[in-house]
């Protein structure tokens, strides 16, 4: 169903109001088109829009793109590989030989 389709990619792309609306106009008028177990996905979905619809439209604008790199990598991340299986207990265990 196409407005089944638009208000997924409404999801998809972070247009919660959007899908919210698409999922009212939905099941208000084609409930009865969708089988039990569709019907419920569809509330579920639909749901989820409703809660998320106050949330602002995610774009480029709002994340920092530096965000990734500035993050600290964890510590197992610089340790060499032997180090890494001792700490976890691979070795021990006579994985990774």
């Known amino acids: 169903m196409a407005l089944e389709a638009l208000a997924d990619n409404y999801l998809k792309i972070f247009r919660y109001a959007?899908?919210?609306?698409?999922?009212?106009?939905?099941?208000a008028n084609f409930s009865g088109q969708l089988?039990?177990?569709?019907?419920?996905?569809?509330?579920?979905?639909?749901?989820?829009a409703h809660v998320l619809s106050g949330a602002p439209v995610q774009n480029d604008k709002n994340a920092r793109a530096d965000s990734i790199k500035?993050?600290?990598?964890?510590?197992w991340f610089a340790c060499d590989r032997t180090k890494c299986q001792q700490r976890e207990g691979t070795l021990a265990a006579g994985y990774g030989r």
């Open 35 to 48: 089988g039990k177990a569709k019907l419920q996905g569809t509330q579920d979905d639909a749901g989820v």
């Open 18 to 27: 959007d899908a919210a609306r698409a999922y009212e106009d939905l099941l």
């Open 70 to 75: 500035d993050q600290k990598k964890p510590d």
